[in-house]
């Protein structure tokens, strides 16, 4: 994505923690081509070293392989940084039901760390992934940013915790913080692989193998799936806000539409059967609910419109268009 257009001074350093990873990475090279320089902070547990191959020849491009957990590679990760967008953690409710300990030792102590290293090196703004898990059993749609429920999975909690922090380290030590709510991110360097991987990603690998995608429930659960270049404009958005109301606050990070997960498979048969018709003939399959998740997720965005300027540019259909294109490319 160019973010030239949102005018971040090229002159700032950032440190993207998790910048290895899919966000992160995504992160790295958008701001790399806007000409800043990029300190990228990851111990690769999830993160890969071929989403940044590309970025190691630039000069402004600076890896430190180390763990948030440490803090002290938290603190020379922060060394004469003057902005922080941390992505590190580690995702998935079920990876959080089936070992809550260590999430919650990278989700809650590992973000500790960085907020204390941010607050000893003075940096001017630390901008944070959140996550629409904290809205919990909160039935109410859309989201509305201040009304939350009941986390449902130790995930939910190390999110809606690493809120809580930001707001004391904001209201105790000065440290500007803003906590931005991913919605069901996805887009090119999705990590198709793995236990966890997240529904895009598997879904699309299944159908280029010829296999039938599996759908937990009978496929009317909804989620306001959000394209990567949505999340990378909110974090430089963060970065730029300046009006009182805008900082130490959290917004949704979303597009404002919600899909079920029988219209995605349909969406993902339809592109990925553009370059092979014998995908549209695969049946899916389903399988029981998912413990821990949510029935139905919308996001509200005028907060993020109103006091950021958030203008998300991919629906649905025109990020998965892109997203699948990347995919067939890439991984086919």
């Given amino acids: 994505m160019n973010i030239k257009n949102l005018e971040l001074h090229p002159d700032y350093h950032i440190l993207v923690t998790g910048g290895a990873g899919f966000i992160g990475s995504n992160l790295c090279e958008a701001l790399l081509n806007n000409g800043n320089r990029v300190t990228c902070f990851d111990n690769f547990a999830t993160g890969h070293q071929k989403n940044i191959a590309h970025l190691r020849a630039n000069p402004n491009f600076n890896l430190i ?9 938290c603190h020379k990760a922060c060394h004469e940084v003057d902005y922080v967008l941390h992505q590190a953690a580690l995702g998935s409710v079920p990876r959080s039901i089936n070992d809550p300990i260590t999430s919650n030792a990278v989700n809650v102590s590992g973000f500790l760390n960085m907020l204390v290293a941010a607050r000893d090196a003075k940096i001017k703004r630390f901008v944070y992934a959140a996550s629409s898990s904290t809205y919990g059993d909160s039935e109410s749609l859309p989201k509305v940013e201040d009304v939350i429920g009941k986390p449902l999975s130790p995930y939910a909690i190390t999110k809606y915790v690493n809120e809580l922090y930001a707001e004391i380290f904001s209201n105790t030590y000065g440290l500007e913080t803003i906590g931005l709510r991913y919605f069901n991110v996805f887009g090119r360097k999705q990590d198709p692989n793995g236990a966890y991987a997240a529904v895009i990603p598997k879904f699309v690998m299944k159908l280029m193998a010829h296999e039938s995608p599996v759908i937990n429930g009978d496929g009317s659960y909804s989620r306001d799936f959000t394209y990567i270049d949505n999340v ?59 413990q821990g998740d949510v029935p139905h997720s919308l996001a509200a965005i005028t907060k993020g419109k109103s006091l950021l300027g958030y203008d998300p540019q991919f629906d649905i259909k025109k990020g998965l268009k892109e997203a699948v294109n990347w995919y067939w490319k890439n991984l086919k």
Avoid: C, Q, W
């Avoid at 899909?259 to 389903?286: C, H, M, Q, R, W």
């Fill in 65 to 73: 392989e180390g763990d948030i957990r440490n803090l002290a590679d």
């Fill in 232 to 290: 990378i404009e909110m974090n430089v958005r963060a970065l730029l806000g300046t009006t009182p109301e805008a900082i130490n606050t959290v917004y949704n990070v979303a597009f404002g539409e919600r899909t079920d997960l029988n219209e995605l498979v349909a969406l993902l048969k339809e592109y990925l059967g553009a370059f092979d018709p014998k995908i549209k003939t695969i049946e899916t399959s389903y399988g029981p609910n998912r």
